[in-house]
């Protein structure tokens, strides 16, 4: 028996429920808090309760099972299945006319490269797709020109019900390349009966991607009369079992939350045919593997299976031979480790001590041009908490978001940055993911992450579409594992590689101690802007953002240690106020620095009040309506 149930077999779990951090209550309502958690909640206040006897022991019971334990591989037997349909291409004659040349022209030009059997052209405008009319009014209305290369090569390949991979840059049209064939694909199905499942799965590691792909699916779902529905952790389970079991054709999902549904019995995969797993290089690298196999064992096998991914690594690979039969791989962008050409890529290398003023003076530079929605992704929760609170307490309209965040949270934090109420968002590796904002334009990463996959995922977030954007990246010694890969991105996006980099792989081969790599890269070494990138190719290609002089700041040291080290301001500062002959006299050697300090501090205190006081985002005047708090008030805006 766990503590939650060792508590409410003895009538205490309404004392039980009121434990927790901050004196807020526990809702006994909020379906989505684990046992676990309450068991964590009271053992970190009240310690182990006694079971048997007075010395205590051990907690009895069972142990937390893993997810998806109690499902079982089901054996299927096709000759006993319902026939299904999943060809329903029949190409344009426009497509029909268009020669293999033009179609390697059109592939080459689109960065383009398939591999596999009977890959049909492309399309080149959306009539070709013969869409219903309803959905082709849909796309009319959001005035898209013309299909993605995605779109373009992978919608034909969808609709003939072949397995596929996709492989594209974020922001490149992939919801659409798999959502448009799922509708089609659902047209030519019976219809749902009581007590079925959903007929098209989309599985998506985080839930703000499944809420963002629920988001578009909902718009093209309804003009075909069509339900969906998003079911995701963080979120209360009623509505969400209620959506299932009204019936649903499309069901987008996280893997934990589906597992436990499919557990519960709410719902079933039977009649699921066409299967997507959206981002799966992050689902794996989330540990999502067990449950996504679990969740695949309960789908009839010769169903039509579409992967997409921003990186194709051997683990992908191989969930892809276990999963699909026979599949189209479709690449857009170089084959190899690529990040997004519309970004501008500047790299800094420094030391994790000059992180927090590199990044406030970037940020006012960032915070003076118009368009300034920035993404600050960090390493962890706890930094997120303490970086966003920092900026906060200095003025910065900033807040934060992570996996500890409660879902309610998190969307008010989303919407108030998607509206630019606060322009600034720290995060955690949770955003990087399916965090859809069109108008990001810069990205920092204050932290590098764990590999160079999730640097392009990251650097992402901005430049979406056919838009450009900024990427700034402070990079330690203590990323040096890291630095070939990324040094790899750059060169393949033909960007300026800053020489420290190419100096950290030498003194790496060299086998240079890191004292002696702090030593050559401390703060206050510069050069050229021209040394890292040609200024006429800069300006030619990135426009009005080359002229900006912060970039070259901020990769050739000017906001570095060395302006508080060279004496100005503060060593001729304290030497004007006399503090350093007084304290040599003798006299009053603790008088002289306490003078000295207060009057030269006493006038730079003044200065930055004055300073910030004209900022766009200054401190509220007397009498003004205060910055929202945070974390989330308890009422907010939509």
Same mark, same amino acid.
């Given at each position: 028996m766990s503590v939650f149930g060792y508590m409410q077999k003895n009538g205490l779990r309404e004392s039980y429920l009121k434990v927790s951090d901050g004196g807020a209550v526990v809702?006994?309502?909020?379906?989505?808090?684990?046992?676990?958690? !309450?068991?964590?909640?009271?053992?970190?206040?009240?310690?182990?309760?006694?079971? &048997?006897?007075?010395?205590? &022991?051990?907690?009895?019971?069972?142990?937390?099972?893993?997810?998806?334990?109690?499902?079982?591989?089901? /054996?299927?037997?096709?000759?006993?299945?319902?026939?299904?349909?999943?060809?329903?291409?029949?190409?344009?004659?426009?497509?029909?006319?268009?020669?293999?040349?033009?179609?390697?022209?059109?592939?080459?030009?689109?960065?383009?490269?398939?591999? &596999?059997?009977?890959?049909?052209?492309?399309?080149?405008?959306?009539?070709?797709?013969?869409?219903?009319?309803?959905?082709?009014?849909?796309?009319?209305?959001?005035?898209?020109?013309?299909?993605?290369?995605?779109?373009?090569?992978?919608?034909?390949?969808?609709?003939?019900?072949?397995?596929?991979?996709?492989?594209?840059?974020?922001?490149?049209? /992939?919801?659409?390349? !798999?959502?448009?064939?799922?509708?089609?694909?659902?047209?030519?199905?019976?219809?749902?009966?009581?007590?079925?499942?959903?007929?098209?799965?989309?599985?998506?590691?985080?839930?703000?991607?499944?809420?963002?792909?629920?988001?578009?699916?909902?718009? !093209?779902?309804?003009?075909?009369?069509?339900?969906?529905?998003?079911?995701?952790?963080?979120?209360?389970?009623?509505?969400?079992?209620?959506?299932? +079991?009204?019936?649903?054709?499309?069901?987008?999902?996280?893997?934990?939350?589906?597992?436990?549904?499919?557990?519960?019995?709410?719902?079933?995969?039977?009649?699921?045919?066409?299967?997507?797993?959206? +981002?799966?290089?992050?689902m794996l690298d989330m540990g999502f593997e067990p449950q996504i196999r679990k969740i695949v064992d309960q789908i009839r096998p010769d169903r039509?299976?579409?992967?997409?991914?921003?990186?194709?690594?051997?683990?992908?690979?191989?969930?892809?031979?276990?999963?699909l039969k026979e599949y189209v791989h479709i690449n857009i962008g170089a084959l190899e480790l690529s990040a997004n050409h519309n970004i501008l890529q500047?790299?800094?290398?420094?030391?994790?001590?000059?992180?927090?003023?590199?990044?406030?003076?970037?940020? +006012?530079?960032?915070?003076?041009?118009?368009?300034?929605?920035?993404?600050?992704?960090?390493?962890?929760?706890?930094?997120?908490?303490?970086?966003?609170?920092?900026?906060?307490?200095? &003025?910065?309209?900033?807040?934060?978001?992570?996996?500890?965040?409660?879902?309610? +949270?998190?969307?008010?934090?989303?919407?108030?940055?998607k509206h630019g109420k606060a322009p600034i968002l720290i995060a955690t590796d949770v955003a990087s993911r399916g965090l859809d904002v069109e108008d990001v334009k810069f990205v920092i990463n204050y932290d590098y992450p764990n590999s160079s996959e999730d640097y392009i995922h990251r650097i992402g977030r901005t430049a979406r579409s056919t838009k450009t954007g900024t990427a700034y990246t402070f990079f330690t010694p203590n990323n040096i594992k890291q630095v070939n890969d990324l040094i790899s991105v750059l060169r393949e996006a033909n960007q300026a590689i800053n020489p420290k980099l190419l100096q950290l792989v030498e003194d790496r081969g060299s086998g240079r101690s890191r004292g002696d790599r702090r030593d050559r890269y401390s703060a206050g070494k510069r050069g050229g802007f021209n040394s890292f990138r040609e200024r006429e190719n800069f300006e030619r290609t990135y426009g009005a953002l080359g002229k900006r002089d912060f970039g070259a700041k901020t990769q050739n040291g000017a906001y570095s240690a060395q302006s508080f080290s060279n004496g100005t301001p503060f060593g001729n500062g304290f030497a004007a106020a006399g503090m350093q002959a007084g304290f040599r006299a003798g006299g009053n050697p603790t008088g002289a620095y306490q003078n000295g300090y207060e009057q030269q501090y006493g006038s730079n205190i003044a200065n930055m009040h004055n300073g910030m006081n004209q900022q766009q985002y200054a401190y509220p005047a007397t009498g003004a309506a205060p910055m929202i708090g945070y974390p989330m008030p308890t009422s907010y805006s939509q």
């Open positions: 809702q006994e309502e909020d379906q989505n808090v684990s046992l676990a958690f !309450y068991d964590v909640l009271f053992l970190s206040r009240f310690g182990a309760p006694r079971f &048997g006897g007075s010395r205590g &022991g051990p907690l009895s019971g069972k142990k937390f099972g893993n997810p998806g334990e109690k499902l079982t591989k089901k /054996k299927w037997n096709l000759d006993e299945l319902p026939k299904f349909e999943k060809n329903f291409y029949q190409e344009h004659p426009d497509v029909v006319r268009r020669t293999a040349q033009e179609v390697e022209q059109y592939r080459a030009s689109k960065e383009v490269t398939v591999r &596999g059997h009977n890959c049909p052209k492309p399309i080149i405008n959306f009539y070709e797709a013969n869409f219903p009319a309803n959905v082709m009014e849909v796309i009319q209305r959001q005035n898209f020109t013309e299909p993605t290369a995605i779109q373009a090569q992978g919608w034909p390949v969808a609709l003939s019900g072949l397995d596929m991979v996709g492989v594209a840059q974020t922001g490149s049209g /992939k919801t659409l390349s !798999y959502l448009l064939p799922a509708i089609v694909h659902i047209n030519h199905q019976p219809f749902l009966e009581r007590g079925d499942g959903p007929i098209c799965l989309v599985l998506a590691p985080t839930r703000e991607l499944a809420q963002q792909v629920q988001q578009v699916a909902a718009e !093209y779902s309804r003009a075909c009369r069509l339900k969906s529905t998003c079911i995701y952790g963080g979120a209360p389970k009623g509505p969400q079992i209620r959506d299932l +079991e009204r019936g649903v054709e499309i069901c987008i999902a996280t893997p934990g939350r589906l597992i436990d549904f499919l557990e519960a019995g709410k719902t079933n995969l039977r009649r699921c045919t066409y299967l997507v797993l959206d +981002e799966a290089d992050r039509q299976t579409l992967m997409w991914s921003a990186t194709w690594p051997k683990e992908v690979r191989q969930l892809a031979e276990d999963f500047i790299v800094d290398v420094c030391h994790d001590v000059e992180k927090d003023d590199k990044l406030i003076r970037l940020m +006012e530079e960032i915070m003076s041009e118009k368009e300034n929605k920035t993404i600050v992704f960090v390493e962890t929760k706890r930094r997120c908490d303490d970086l966003t609170r920092k900026m906060r307490r200095d &003025g910065w309209p900033a807040m934060g978001i992570h996996g500890d965040k409660s879902q309610q +949270e998190r969307d008010w934090v989303l919407n108030e940055f």
